[in-house]
Nanobody
Framework: QVQFVESGGGLVQPGGSLRLSCQVS????????MGWYRQAPGKQRHLVAG?????????NYTDSWKGRFTISRDNAKNTIYLQMNSLKPEDTAVYYC????????WGQGTQVTVSS
């Protein structure tokens, strides 16, 4: 069955960087459109960025991560990544990966806390 294992989160100071990873199994990963989502405390989960099977990316710029976050994928490793730079306290959230559109199933996510 489908499985998402997110990692790479942690506590970082404002202005710092993190690289999140998501190992995917149980689907034809190289054909899948994948995305990173996040859920901040007290808020709904929503899409941060997506990447299609050819590596074309799309970012949801409703929030303030334009130019700071980069999504990528390695089809040989069934893994997607989210490089996050210049982190801000408002980036504090649990980050999840999933297909686009998402399955009902979600992994455990990885906690990112930006605080001094």
């Amino acid at each position: 069955q489908v499985q998402f294992v997110e990692s790479g989160g942690g506590l970082v100071q404002p202005g710092g960087s993190l690289r999140l990873s998501c190992q995917v199994s149980g689907i034809a990963f190289d054909l899948a459109v994948m995305g990173w989502y996040r859920q901040a405390p007290g808020k709904q989960r929503h899409l941060v960025a997506g990447i299609n099977d050819l590596g074309r990316t799309n970012y949801n710029y409703t929030d303030s991560w334009k130019g700071r976050f980069t999504i990528s994928r390695d089809n040989a490793k069934n893994t997607i990544y989210l490089q996050m730079n210049s982190l801000k306290p408002e980036d504090t959230a649990v980050y999840y990966c999933n297909r686009m559109p998402p399955f009902d199933y979600w992994g455990q996510g990885t906690q990112v806390t930006v605080s001094s």
